[in-house]
């Protein structure tokens, strides 16, 4: 969620439950004016009932209103916490003015003002209520006298003045705890967002600078290594005639040729336009040659790959990236056990699955916990680097990275990748 959306999300959502608490209301006044009528009250039913029927109309338009724009400003909000204290101003004036025991309903749209607007909005709203409330005291239709229906006697009885009183504290409070507890949570999730947020946007300075010091560190070994690779060259032109000191000088050739291969890959990669960045790629060629071009760097290793038979042809873009960030998790495992591990692979259309498991001594619990900070490592201080950019580039292509070790009967540890695909499509 970017910033522009959290903005409009707050003001959105407190709309909306305004709209609920005065459909509430509504509902509540016409079952009151039911029950009045029933209990044959001498009431003006036809102005109470339009008033009713009018709000009614505002809300509905207003939801509709609000379904279709979905934003809503502090001034928006103003105005129909305005239109909710007038219809209860009207409402009162047929219903005996302050006397009447639901006039301190007017502290719920204080409320919901207090805890949504500024104060630059706060301040007139609960101004005009303090008006309105002033002028029922002297500007109203009084309520028919209703001792003639109290029950009881003494201490026990209780009229329908009191009964009201009760009646409108318990919505009150239902209705101030109901949005109260509403916008707690809306504040809590928000603040999560927010520190989430932050938190990505702190791995991104950290892989901002990482990548930084890596191209300046690509840059400073380009020379170098243009010098080995043209000594190599020389040197097993020079030594042609012995075989022993060649071949040597063959491996270090070739193991130079490779880190040129890869650093000129890695600034290929760096140019790639996002969206751009890859063609739709066979899974199964795909996985069959990262895992070849993995193991001809690692002959040493002893390997066991299951490359699921029973997934489905089918061909998907995957970013150039995950293949080195899968190549790093093939190394950890590998410097953890280079007798023996196994790289499982499956997918289906949703999602590719890479299990990993080596025979080492295992992960603890806090380097698993902190797998996405650089510098985590059980290796010694300063290395983590490659877990930590590992899982940066998954987790930022909707993958996820866990590591745990492996069940009680098996030593190690088991490293499982899950990334989604994206653009399938079946495979000839």
Known sequence: MNSKQLFFSAPHNNMRRLLVIRAMFVGVCTLAIVVAYWLQLPLHYQP???????????????LRSLSRTGQVSDGTLFVQLCVDLLSISLLLYFLGG?????????????SLATVTLSWVFVVPLTVFALAQYTVL??????????????????????NLHSLGMGFNFLISALIVTYFGLKMAQALRRQAAELAAQREDNWRDEQLLA?????????????????AIKILAGELCYEYRDQ???????????NQVLHCSTTLQQLHERAQLVPGQDSQRQNLRDYCEQLTDRWLLLHPQVNADIDIDVTSPAISAILHPTIEQSVANLLNNAAEASPEHIAIVIDWNEQRLRVCIDDSGPGISEEVAARIGQPFNSSKGKGRGLGLFLTHATITRNGGSV??????????????VVELPLKQVQQSI
């Open 210 to 226: 990482v990548a930084t010091l890596a191209a300046g560190t690509a840059h400073d070994l380009a020379t170098p290594l243009t």
């Open 402 to 415: 866990s590591l745990e070790n492996r069940p009680a009967d098996a030593s190690g540890t088991r490293t």
């Open 243 to 253: 075989p022993k000191l060649l071949e040597d000088l063959e491996v270090l050739r």
């Open 48 to 62: 109470i009932g339009a008033i009713l029927a009018l709000l009614a109309g505002v809300n509905f338009v207003s």
């Open 137 to 158: 005291f002297y500007f109203n239709i009084p309520l028919p006298d209703l001792s003639q229906h109290q029950h009881g006697s003494g201490v026990a009885s209780i």
């Open 98 to 110: 302050a006397d009447n025991p639901f006039v301190s309903y007017y502290l719920v749209p204080i």
